[in-house]
């Protein structure tokens, strides 16, 4: 079972749908990232949280520490929003290494 | 503010052949690391610099990868002699310091096929 799993693998939206993707770790984490990724391969940081929620533009991020899950919100959906989204943590016990879920392929059609 | 710059953007080899990658991370940033992407996966670490020193590479396969960064700045990918399992995305990321409380941030990425 890998540490960081992300649900779903593949998500289609149309434009304007409220998306969620979801990550659930199984170690104790310092910082939770989620990222980015246009076809290319170049990552963008999205968020860092390690509490509570965040908020960018259509973009909402949320972490439950005790349960271990975090989830990305992205509001109003656009096709500009097709990419792959990432979760990595920082793990207490792994020093400064991320770990990196499969990512969700997100695709959003007009 | 540039970004963290990697070159080449894509690089397509036969197997056997050398072949390097080469990163600029952003000015001040002291940590640099990289990463190999497969295909549907997510990176994974492959050598993290503190500076000029290599703290932690116990994910490059030493037989093949060489990396450096001799002046704590530029670094540079190295494998030799390519395998045709060595096709993916090498990432390059740096970040001020590593700790918890600062954000990596990645460079375009190589993809390297080879043939």
């Known amino acids: 079972k890998n540490e960081v799993e992300q649900s779903p693998q593949n998500l289609t939206a149309q434009e304007g749908e409220f998306i969620t993707i979801n990550c659930s770790y199984s170690?104790?984490?310092?910082?939770l990232h989620w990222l980015q990724q246009h076809p290319g391969g170049g990552i963008v940081s999205l968020f860092m949280?390690?509490?509570g929620k965040k908020k960018h533009g259509r973009l909402i991020a949320t972490i439950n520490i005790q349960e271990k899950h975090s989830s990305l919100h992205i509001t109003a959906s656009h096709p500009r929003d097709s990419a792959v989204y990432i979760c990595?943590?920082?793990?207490?016990?792994?020093?400064?290494?991320?770990?990196f879920g499969e990512g969700t392929q997100l695709t959003v059609n007009p | 503010e540039a970004g963290v710059v990697q070159s080449p953007r894509y690089k397509i080899i036969e197997k056997k052949q050398p072949v390097a990658f080469w990163c600029n991370p952003i000015?001040?940033?002291?940590?640099l690391y990289w990463y190999r992407q497969n295909l549907g996966q997510g990176p994974e670490l492959l050598i993290r610099?503190?500076?000029?020193?290599?703290?932690?590479d116990s994910q490059l396969p030493k037989d093949r990868f060489s990396a450096e960064r001799l002046k704590g700045v530029d670094s540079t990918l190295k494998i030799q002699p390519a395998e045709l399992g060595d096709s993916a995305v090498y990432l390059c990321?740096?970040?001020?310091?590593?700790?918890?409380?600062?954000?990596?941030?990645f460079g375009p990425g190589t993809r390297l096929t080879v043939l």
């Open positions: 990321a740096s970040s001020l310091a590593d700790n918890s409380y600062n954000e990596q941030f």
């Open positions: 170690v104790g984490i310092s910082a």
């Open positions: 949280l390690s509490s």
């Open positions: 990595a943590v920082r793990s207490k016990t792994s020093g400064s290494r991320l770990t």
């Open positions: 000015s001040g940033h002291n940590t």
């Open positions: 610099y503190e500076n000029e020193e290599a703290v932690d």
